[in-house]
């Protein structure tokens, strides 16, 4: 079964500052993960996905993340905080076989001026 | 492209009155889509899957006869809450998945709806 393990339900950062969201991820096959974030009543966006090809993964608005199999993570960053990045961010893991994406429990992201 | 609708964005009813949701994928095909609930405050639970022509596939513990599905085109899924009661009250959003995936791809990405609140008074 697949997993996603986000930790830290909340961040707080200062604008400029840089964004860490941490994620770990838990597959019995090669996994294909994704970022997304939710504003408030909202559906989702996709910020980024890794699907096997590079390591590195760059998104919308300045967001990246890297593939660490051997950590098991696929944590997101941004160099430079917005005040416009305030918003709940969710990690997801799904398999090529076509079955939804299971959601990791969210962080929280706020940014202070 | 990959255009996913829900309608409607808001609905308020009664204690054990029915509510249908639609979910509709605007510029794809979709044979499979998924309906997520998601309360306040928390990540999104997979409710079921829905299959085009075929019954729908749902996940432990969500009841089949409150939460009727029915996906009878391959662009449109619906979800009915029947008998709402306030508990039931929640964020419902549904996701497709591009059937041929980008550029004959199937990434796995799925695409999103704009979700339906609902609140049962």
């Known amino acids: 079964a697949q997993s996603v393990t986000q930790l830290g339900s909340h961040v707080s950062v200062s604008e400029g500052a840089l964004v860490l969201l941490r994620c770990n991820y838990s597959?019995?096959?090669?996994?294909?993960l994704f970022w997304y974030v939710q504003y408030p009543n909202q559906g989702l966006q996709l910020l980024l996905k890794?699907?096997?090809?590079?390591?590195l993964v760059k998104g919308i608005n300045g967001f990246e993340a890297e593939f660490k199999k051997s950590e098991t993570s696929f944590h997101l960053t941004k160099p430079s905080a917005h005040m416009s990045d305030a918003a709940e961010y969710f990690c997801?893991?799904?398999?090529?076989?076509?079955?939804?994406?299971?959601f990791g429990k969210g962080t929280t992201l706020s940014v202070s001026s | 492209g990959a255009v996913v609708s829900q309608h409607p964005s808001r609905v308020i009813c009664k204690s054990g009155t029915s509510v249908k949701i639609e979910c509709r994928s605007l510029?794809?095909?979709?044979?499979?889509m998924f309906w997520y609930r998601q309360f306040p405050k928390q990540s999104l639970m997979l409710m079921a899957t829905?299959?085009?022509?075929?019954?729908?596939?749902?996940e432990q513990g969500v009841e089949k006869d409150k939460f009727l599905i029915n996906h009878a085109s391959l662009t449109l899924s619906t979800l009915t809450v029947t008998s709402a009661h306030p508990e039931d009250s929640s964020f419902y959003i549904c996701?497709?998945?591009?059937?041929?995936?980008?550029?004959?791809?199937?990434?796995?990405?799925?695409?999103f709806g704009e979700g339906s609140r609902l609140t049962v008074l």
């Open positions: 510029d794809f095909q979709a044979t499979t």
């Open positions: 997801a893991v799904s398999d090529q076989a076509g079955t939804a994406l299971i």
């Open positions: 597959s019995s096959v090669p996994p294909y």
């Open positions: 829905s299959n085009e022509g075929s019954k729908a596939t749902y």
């Open positions: 890794y699907t096997s090809a590079a390591t």
């Open positions: 996701s497709a998945r591009d059937r041929l995936g980008s550029g004959g791809i199937n990434t796995g990405e799925l695409f």
